[in-house]
């Protein structure tokens, strides 16, 4: 089965920084579209960061010039470089994967990681 697991989250100061990375295993065929959503209390779950197949980016307006997301293909993972944090950044982090699986009926399907916890104290 296909699992996602991420690592990286943690307490950091504002204006410090984090890694977060997220790996995906099991039996895949191919990954299309890698990236991280983030949910703060009280507020709405948000897109933050995705990258493609071809490397395409795409981040939320809050974390322009701040985040940057890569992925090492022959890893199946996605990492999410956060720098200049802010109390804002505080939130839940999960990564999501569309990728399609070599069992089963092969559909092109999201899978999500268990989520890590990012506080950025001010």
């Known amino acids: 089965q296909v699992q996602l697991v991420e690592s990286g989250g943690g307490l950091v100061q504002a204006g410090g920084s984090l890694r977060l990375s997220c790996a995906a295993s099991?039996?895949?065929?191919?990954?299309?579209?890698m990236g991280w959503y983030g949910q703060a209390p009280g507020k709405e779950r948000e897109l933050v960061a995705a990258?493609?197949?071809?490397?395409?980016?795409n981040y939320a307006d809050s974390v322009k010039g701040r985040f940057t997301i890569s992925r090492d293909n022959a890893k199946n993972t996605v990492y999410l470089q956060m720098n200049s944090l802010k109390s804002e950044d505080t939130a839940v982090y999960r990564c999501?994967?569309?990728?399609?699986?070599?069992?089963?009926?092969?559909?092109?399907?999201?899978?999500w990681g268990q989520g890590t916890q990012v506080t950025v104290s001010s």
């Open positions: 990258i493609s197949s071809g490397n395409t980016t």
């Open positions: 999501y994967a569309d990728l399609m699986a070599r069992e089963g009926m092969g559909f092109r399907s999201r899978y």
């Open positions: 099991g039996s895949i065929f191919s990954i299309y579209v």
